[in-house]
């Protein structure tokens, strides 16, 4: 039997309503309509459901029977709709972000800000990895989407899209100001403490192939766990240390720290905005990628060491 689930929708609201009437008018229908639909369902089921009378229905020991299931079915039916329209005008929802440290202070913590402001009922969990486990709890599904910076490798489920890039820079503190004046090589560097990010970053192995881009081993003096842990050990005249443009610039302003010029230009590196093609995003997924893009593209976020005060 393939009965119409239409027929039980309208069998549903007479048998709540005990009342034809009463149910017409809650399905936007008629009375003539309604009394239709219950006959066919009862022919079709081949025993009687309702008992007419003047006062209204009442169900027959069948009717009762079937009303138990079907006000379940109606019900989560009605339920699922609702959740699914709260979802859809992002009044309900969960999301779950993971981000490196750049990636997550950059761009993520800023338009999630406008995120959250706009859309206060969607519960938003944030994830901080390194890149490598940034990427996991993609294919393992526990993340909706990741933005990390490069270097990587993406394969297949996962699809990366640039959102903006990011600019390395050296910086040393008060006891290195006397270089800032200079331009320095990387093998003149070995004369001075350096402070490197910790070798699971991206970071680490971007600036471990650009030494050896140049011949050069990448061997910091002091390691730092976080990459935006290398500005404060800076200041503390710990050493000097690349880091970007985005974690120096106020510090830069301030005089607090210098930028150390290198006669070889460190290339530029890329945050990515990466999905997992097998599992679609859900629609408020959806809405803060485009806050995320639509946050870097100012060229607020894409400024090059050469626009920033040396000292």
Avoid: W
Wanted: proline residues 6%.
């Amino acid at each position: 039997m393939n009965t119409n689930y239409e027929y039980y929708r309208i069998f549903y609201y007479v048998a709540k309503y005990q009342n034809i009437t009463q149910a017409a008018e809650m399905l936007h229908s008629n009375q003539p309509n309604v009394s239709r639909v219950i006959k066919l369902l009862e022919h079709e089921l081949g025993c009687p459901l309702l008992i007419r009378s003047r006062r209204g229905v009442t169900l027959t020991p069948e009717g009762q029977r079937l009303y138990a299931h079907v006000k379940v079915a109606v019900e989560a039916f009605t339920e699922g709709e609702d959740e699914v329209m709260r979802m859809r005008r992002l009044e309900e929802g969960r999301l779950t972000i993971d981000a490196t440290d750049t990636a997550l202070r950059m761009i993520v913590l800023p338009a999630l800000k406008q995120f959250k402001e706009k859309y206060p009922k969607i519960h938003v969990r944030i994830l901080n990895h390194y890149t490598a486990a940034a990427l996991q709890t993609l294919r393992s599904h526990t993340a909706d989407f990741s933005v990390i910076a490069t270097p990587v490798e993406i394969a297949r489920p996962l699809k990366a899209t640039p959102i903006t890039e990011l600019h390395g820079i050296l910086i040393g503190g008060s006891a290195f100001s006397h270089l800032k004046d200079q331009v320095l090589s990387l093998s003149e560097l070995r004369r001075y403490p350096l402070i490197g990010p910790s070798e699971q970053s991206a970071a680490y192995q971007f600036y471990k192939s650009f030494y050896r881009s140049h011949g050069l081993e990448l061997k910091p003096d002091l390691e730092a766990a976080a990459t935006d842990l290398i500005l404060p050990m800076v200041k503390s005249n710990l050493g000097i240390g690349f880091t970007t443009t985005y974690f120096a610039e106020k510090a830069l302003r301030a005089g607090e720290v210098y930028q150390i010029h290198l006669a070889e230009p460190i290339p530029p590196r890329q945050i990515l905005f990466v999905e997992n093609e097998e599992q679609p995003l859900s629609l408020a997924a959806k809405e803060l990628k485009t806050l995320l893009f639509h946050r870097a593209s100012p060229d607020a976020n894409r400024m090059s060491p050469d626009s920033l005060p040396s000292g």
